[in-house]
């Protein structure tokens, strides 16, 4: 079965995450689009993972859902995005470090320091909770 306690505490953070950050951005004036584009590989994971294990109840062992057509099509989904989305986090991850250090030389870009260091962590948590959740046979 999945992650089921860190795959909610991601939830419950991200959800709070993706809220602070616009408000930040407004604050600071920062271009929105930027800021949607930061939080866009950890958006990704919530919104894929809550719709294969909340909405539709899946799980990330073969075994659990052996009887269940449904629940064989949801598995073999999540088996096919499952290492898309690991890949997508790590990447995303480290360009959040290589815009954080980007962003640390320049004095007026450093109102981007907070979103940058942010989002390198909140993809670090997605790496994490897409990696503990492997499919399994």
Same mark, same amino acid.
């Given at each position: 079965?999945?992650?089921?306690? $860190? *795959? ?9 995450? #993706?809220?602070?950050? %616009?408000?930040?951005?407004?604050? +600071?004036?920062?271009? @929105? ?5 930061? %939080?866009?590989?950890?958006?990704? #994971?919530?919104?894929? /993972?809550?719709?294969? =294990?909340?909405?539709? %109840?899946?799980?990330?062992?073969? @075994? =659990? #859902? ?12 999540? &088996?096919? $995005? ?7 986090? =790590?990447?995303?991850?480290?360009? %959040?470090? &290589?815009? /954080?250090?980007? #962003?640390?030389? +320049? ?20 790496? $994490?909770? &897409?990696?503990?959740? *492997?499919?399994?046979?």
């Amino acid at each position: 079965m999945e992650n089921r306690t $860190l *795959f909610v505490a991601y939830l419950v953070v991200w959800m709070p995450y #993706v809220v602070g950050l %616009h408000g930040y951005g407004r604050w +600071k004036r920062l271009g @929105q689009g930027a800021v949607a584009l930061s %939080h866009a590989a950890p958006s990704l #994971v919530a919104i894929t /993972m809550a719709y294969i =294990f909340l909405i539709g %109840h899946g799980a990330t062992v073969r @075994q =659990f #859902v052996a009887g269940s057509e449904q629940g064989m099509d949801v598995w073999s989904r999540w &088996v096919g $995005l499952w290492p898309l989305l690991l890949l997508a986090t =790590f990447a995303a991850g480290v360009a %959040h470090a &290589v815009w /954080m250090l980007a #962003v640390s030389l +320049k004095r007026e870009s450093r109102t981007w320091i907070p979103v940058a260091l942010t989002g390198a962590a909140m993809c670090a948590f997605s790496f $994490l909770t &897409v990696m503990t959740n *492997f499919p399994d046979a």
